[in-house]
């Protein structure tokens, strides 16, 4: 049975150069992000280019992702979050393309690194924290301060909700990497158990029935949860950012 993990593996392609004893290179996942940013680019460009009042199928696909998450940044952060769109539309369209990107075989998932995620868990973290002290000064540690707590347990609820705050890239990061790594496992285990059992010839044949429907079954519900990982990332980011723009409880 083949490697599970063995998908994961970042190969340097193309090596461009040493800097301070560490090797440069053009890898793998560095090709395949290449390729979602042009993915991305060429749906919306192309989608945009007519701008025909009877949208095509791209136009259809490029209006309806620029609405939805037009949709979930003022139903989470209200109409002011608006200013945040390109930061947040960039994010979903990124992760949803990577995610989508990965279930092709023999393509390599970036989303299910905890580097890429974390990266963009940590970019999203910075970003509320300077723009909520930007616009709010000191008055932004409100956020850790909830209104109508009795003195006695104030200490204990502040120290919470930092511990909660400073928690936010890990929890943000590993639920996109868990979930996208979790099911890529999952399907490969069942796709090995369809080769091997296929490899026993005839009896084989009815015996890998059951792995391949699950298999089937599988990729729907990883397509499925390709979206849903995106939403799920841009929307809690579209909730940090309504912290930073409205701090007090």
């Not at 340097?12 to 290179?25: D, F, W």
């Not at 037009?70 to 390109?86: H, L, Q, R, V, Y």
């Not at 970019?123 to 723009?131: A, G, N, R, S």
């Amino acid at each position: 049975m083949a490697d599970p993990i063995h998908q994961f593996e970042i190969h340097n392609i193309v090596t461009l150069g040493h800097v301070g004893g560490h090797e440069i290179a053009i890898t793998n996942s560095a090709v395949f992000m290449a390729v979602i940013v042009a993915g991305v680019a060429a749906l919306l460009v192309g989608g945009s280019a007519s701008r025909a009042l009877v949208p095509g199928r791209m136009q259809s696909i490029a209006e309806m992702s620029y609405e939805f998450v037009a949709d979930t940044i003022k139903s989470s952060a209200g109409t002011e979050g608006m200013k945040f769109f390109p930061f947040v539309f960039t994010i979903f369209m990124f992760v949803l393309f990577a995610n989508l990107i990965g279930l092709i075989p023999y393509a390599f998932t970036v989303t299910s690194h905890i580097i890429i995620t974390a990266t963009l868990a940590i970019l999203v973290f910075l970003t509320v924290t300077i723009y909520g002290f930007y616009r709010h000064g000191l008055h932004f540690f409100k956020l850790f301060v909830p209104s109508g707590i009795p003195v006695l347990i104030l200490p204990m609820i502040v120290f919470i909700e930092i511990l909660s705050y400073l928690s936010r890239p890990v929890s943000h990061s590993i639920r996109l990497f868990a979930n996208m790594l979790a099911g890529h496992i999952t399907l490969k285990v069942f796709a090995g158990f369809v080769t091997l059992l296929g490899a026993w010839g005839v009896a084989g044949w009815f015996g890998a029935a059951i792995p391949l429907a699950l298999v089937v079954a599988l990729t729907a519900l990883e397509l499925l949860v390709a979206f849903l990982q995106a939403y799920v990332f841009a929307i809690l980011t579209c909730i940090y950012l309504n912290d930073a723009i409205h701090p007090g409880h």
